[in-house]
């Protein structure tokens, strides 16, 4: 059976790690899909890194690595793809912004041969429309190196 790695950068999320961890748990186990849950402490000043290991005592599929001082999302996600041990990775939100009720398709798309199964936000919500045009840049050069439409 494969396995699937979610990496989860952490900044100052001691109150979403216990949940994130149980929404994300009970989801894939009963979609049957085998998973470890990899979060990334970045620099958080709160609790986050001792929620995370008091999940991994819980959970023996949830695992953490905390980061000395604040690196940034992509410093996080990185060091969680390093960690990984999975077949495929998702990397989302630890704050579940990115809707977890899409990963068994995106688990599907993924066992049936896609190699890069790529998630976009269909609303960007109240972001500033400098981001929304710098997102929908990166959007578009993304699919261009990666020969998608």
Known sequence: MSLLS?????????????????????LLEQ????????FISDGSKDGTFERIKEESARN?????????????KEAGIFAGLELTTGDAVIVMDCDL????????????????GAEIVEGIKA????????????????????SKLIKMD
Do not use: C
């Open 60 to 72: 023996p599929r949830v695992r953490g690595a905390e980061f000395s001082r604040n690196f940034g």
């Open 31 to 38: 979609h049957g899909i085998d998973y470890e849950l990899v």
């Open 97 to 112: 912004q990115h809707p977890p009720e899409v990963i068994p398709q995106m688990w599907e798309k993924w066992q049936q």
């Open 123 to 142: 609303d960007r919500g109240k972001e500033s429309l400098g981001y929304k045009l710098s997102a929908g840049l990166f959007y578009k050069i993304m």
């Open 6 to 26: 979610i990496v989860l950068p952490a900044y100052n999320e001691e109150q979403n790690i216990a949940n994130t961890a149980k929404v994300l748990g009970e």
